[in-house]
């Protein structure tokens, strides 16, 4: 674990962020980016409380005791303000930065620095980002925003050149393993859930302790399964089911992209990097199938997919173009 900030990994990101704090030369903005679950928002709000601590143990440290370290884990102290929309996958809308907008503009009420953490901002609409830009340009010097994302290609350039931008990276998978054994894993299934990660630690512990999690996995790469060999017409009957929830369509697109990219991978002789291992006699049967030029249009088009079910196409004529766009087998 970092040292006094009790993160697994990143210690390059957190290094630099306690030496702003200890120098007092922070950025007015803060860009955290990569995949969900790496810990964006951990190391995020562990800078929030580096930043606002009342009694620091050392120059960019924090106590984790006083009671605006104890506000700011709980995501209740009146000095941070969280913006999101209102469920992953959602849309963050204007009202809310505007609401943001007039907040910032106040004092500090309780800590030195007044805080606003906008999470997942790829899902702000173009009116919500127009507006943050806004903020900003004109938010006071005791204001810090700090800002989480998939990647910054997927924002406004002008807001990711006022951020200091932190480019945070998965874990090695061994690493990933040895937190999940001293959370109390067995050895088998800190290997899984570790690969299944791809090296996000905060997935891996969320497989870990969400059995649901799991066994939505399990029943949608068991559908994928069931679906090669099906008629079109089964396929449209799945396809208009998988529609009706945005959310769980997203996630299991997820789910069986991840179990091509295996089988892409077992195709190209780079079995050691799959992530479904156990999965491992589909992915083999799967690859001597199919061409890696199978697999990889396929890929392709789940990105594809992915990207298109972010911008509100039409989710059923999408499943459909997915689904029969599978090989029979």
Request: hydrophobic share 45%.
């Amino acid at each position: 674990m970092t040292e006094n900030w009790n993160l697994l990994g990143h210690d390059w990101a957190v290094d630099m962020l306690r030496q702003h704090v200890a120098n007092r030369t922070m950025r007015h903005a803060y860009l955290f980016t990569g995949p969900p679950g790496l810990g964006r928002r951990t190391l995020a709000l562990a800078f929030v409380r580096s930043l606002n601590c009342s009694a620091p143990p050392a120059p960019g440290a924090f106590c984790g005791a006083c009671r605006d370290c104890r506000q700011t884990a709980a995501m209740q102290h009146p000095d941070l303000h969280i913006i999101q929309a209102e469920k992953e996958g959602g849309i963050l809308k204007v009202d809310q930065i505007r609401e943001l907008r007039k907040s910032v503009l106040l004092s500090p009420y309780q800590a030195q620095y007044r805080i606003a953490l906008l999470l997942r901002f790829q899902e702000a609409n173009p009116n919500a980002a127009n507006a943050l830009l806004k903020t900003l340009e004109e938010a006071p010097k005791q204001v810090i925003l700090l800002l989480t994302a998939d990647s910054p290609e997927g924002l406004l350039p002008t807001i990711v050149s006022r951020c200091e931008v932190i480019r945070l990276r998965p874990l090695p998978v061994a690493r990933v393993a040895e937190n999940l054994l001293a959370r109390g894993a067995e050895k088998e299934q800190a290997n899984l859930l570790a690969r299944l990660s791809g090296g996000r630690p905060g997935y891996a512990l969320r497989l870990l302790e969400d059995a649901d999690a799991l066994d939505f996995r399990r029943e949608k790469l068991d559908d994928l399964g069931n679906l090669l060999p099906a008629s079109r017409v089964a396929r449209f009957a799945y396809a208009e089911k998988l529609a009706k929830d945005k959310d769980a369509f997203r996630q299991t697109l997820l789910l069986w992209l991840s179990l091509w990219r295996d089988v892409m991978l077992r195709s190209a002789g780079e079995e050691n990097s799959i992530a479904n291992i156990d999965r491992s006699d589909e992915i083999e049967r799967l690859a001597s199938q199919l061409t890696l030029s199978d697999t990889r249009k396929i890929v392709v088009a789940l990105e594809k997919g992915l990207t298109q079910l972010k911008q509100n196409l039409n989710a059923r004529l999408l499943a459909e173009v997915i689904l029969l766009d599978w090989p029979y087998l």
